[in-house]
């Protein structure tokens, strides 16, 4: 098979970003070939940068969005600090920023600004409720866009909701900057233009609602809370074995529930019972449904349990955590892990989920250190020597 080159190979990205949701996003972007180039403050650069220093020193959330990328500290107040930020965007495919709402236009980097300068730059402009809307102006930050969209109130158990162990409002928005820098770029080699791409995180995680969101709006009581378990299917829970670990099952038909009553409870008769002969009775009957899966795995060890499971040919997972996804004989098998350079050394990271066969593999850069890369980009722009120290020396860059 011929090697092609990564799809976005010759584009260019600049970005004025912070946190997780834009990060996100063009880390996708650079991981397919693209050239992003980050905008950072000064003062610290990247807020993410100080969440946390679990990564050998750096910040996990740092590291995992953004490899693979050029960082410029500069001082976007000062008037020449923006000129070379607006200089680099001439030169660029794609501008993405997440600042606070109306940030971008009080400095002349909005979209619809930047569009109607450069007809072919593609513009996204990512925040938390939009730029219209009584909420335009609403801090949001994941968690609480988590509990607007609503995926707080069917998270969590029948007792107490619980957010998303994951940003999922920031990586839902990412997602869909993401295919929009995508979409856009196709759009651009047909019709030779770009344009404003919006996204808006209390939208991208609306729509990841669907479920719950259409069940409840067409007539349906909106799902309970039920932890692990499944508000409407049984048995479908997580169960603790004999040596402590807990495997999560699930029945979706009642030929299934037929093979888990005889080649894992070992009671065959339970499958004709009324009580549990179809979904809407084991539902009914959850209780005892639990009671007598919960006993049956009670006796066995996890990796029997799994065994067996699969054996019948039911559905099952085993309830990881964290360092046992990090040591997953699956993604082992697939040689999902790479080493990617940081300013600490390599790290280890996941390759990117899509894979293109026949081309070469993603390209996960170095995680870069702040301002990196200001010396290079400010030389690439055409100044001296001489006028990048007058810009360190007037603290314009970093």
């Not at 090697?3 to 996100?24: C, K, M, R, W, Y």
């Not at 995508?182 to 791409?197: F, H, I, K, M, Q």
């Not at 040596?243 to 065959?268: A, H, I, K, M």
Request: glycine share 10%; hydrophobic share 45%.
């Amino acid at each position: 098979m011929r090697t092609q080159p990564l799809p976005l190979d010759g584009i260019t990205v600049v970005a004025i970003e912070q946190a997780v949701s834009a990060p996100f996003a063009t880390r996708q972007l650079a991981d397919l070939g693209a050239r992003v180039i980050k905008i950072e403050r000064l003062d610290g650069g990247d807020f993410a940068r100080d969440y946390d220093t679990a990564a050998r020193g750096l910040a996990s959330h740092f590291v995992w969005c953004n490899r693979g990328k050029e960082s410029l500290a500069v001082d976007l107040k000062d008037a020449r600090g923006l000129a070379i930020v607006q200089r680099l965007i001439a030169g660029a495919d794609v501008f993405v920023q997440n600042l606070a709402q109306g940030s971008a236009a009080r400095l002349g980097l909005d979209a619809p600004t930047l569009c109607e300068a450069h007809p072919r730059l593609i513009a996204v402009d990512i925040s938390g409720y939009g730029a219209g809307g009584p909420y335009a102006h609403k801090r949001a930050y994941d968690m609480l866009v988590q509990c607007e969209a609503g995926l707080v109130s069917v998270t969590g158990t029948h007792d107490e909701p619980a957010k998303a162990g994951i940003p999922a409002a920031d990586i839902s928005a990412a997602m869909y900057a993401f295919s929009g820098v995508l979409a856009a770029l196709l759009r651009r080699s047909t019709t030779g233009l770009g344009g404003p791409v919006e996204i808006s995180m209390l939208e991208s995680l609306a729509e990841w609602m669907g479920h719950p969101l259409h069940y409840g709006m067409h007539g349906g009581e909106p799902p309970v809370r039920t932890g692990v378990a499944h508000a409407v299917i049984a048995p479908y829970d997580a169960y603790t074995t004999a040596d402590g670990g807990q495997v999560l099952l699930s029945v979706q038909n009642d030929r299934e529930w037929r093979r888990l009553t005889e080649q894992v409870l070992d009671e065959p008769a339970l499958a004709d019972d009324p009580r549990f002969a179809s979904n809407t009775a084991r539902t009914a009957n959850r209780g005892l449904t639990d009671e007598m899966v919960a006993k049956a795995l009670s006796r066995l060890g996890t990796e029997e349990a799994v065994e067996r499971l699969d054996a019948a040919g039911i559905a099952s997972a085993r309830l990881n955590t964290v360092r046992d996804v990090a040591g997953h004989p699956q993604l082992a098998a697939r040689d999902r892990w790479r080493e990617i350079d940081s300013p600490v050394g390599p790290l280890r990271a996941l390759l990117p989920p899509i894979t293109l066969p026949g081309g070469p593999e993603a390209l996960m850069g170095a995680v870069p250190a702040l301002g990196e890369h200001t010396d290079a980009l400010l030389a690439s722009l055409g100044m001296t020597t001489e006028e990048t120290a007058a810009l360190h020396r007037e603290g314009v860059v970093a």
